[in-house]
C-alpha cells in the first residue's frame, strides 16, 4: 500500500519535502516495528485491572 500511496500524493510529499521513495521505506520501516510488536509473545506476569465507569 504505501507504494500506491505514495503515487497518487507524490504532489503533497513532495510539498512536505519529503520524496516518494523515502515515504515508502519510512512507512515500511514503522510497519515492520508494529509487527513484531504486536506478534512477540509478552513477557512476565499480567495484571488484570479492574475498569471503573462514571461517577
Avoid: K, N, Y
Avoid at 500506491?4 to 520501516?29: I, K, P, S, T, W
Avoid at 515492520?32 to 485491572?49: H, I, K, M
Amino acid at each position: 500500500m504505501p507504494p500506491v500511496v505514495a503515487v497518487d500524493h507524490g504532489a503533497g510529499l513532495r510539498r512536505l519535502g519529503v520524496g516518494r521513495r523515502r515515504f515508502a521505506a519510512d512507512v515500511m520501516a514503522s510497519a515492520a516495528e508494529v509487527t513484531e510488536a504486536v506478534l512477540t509473545p509478552p513477557t512476565g506476569r499480567l495484571v488484570r485491572r479492574r475498569v471503573t465507569t462514571g461517577a
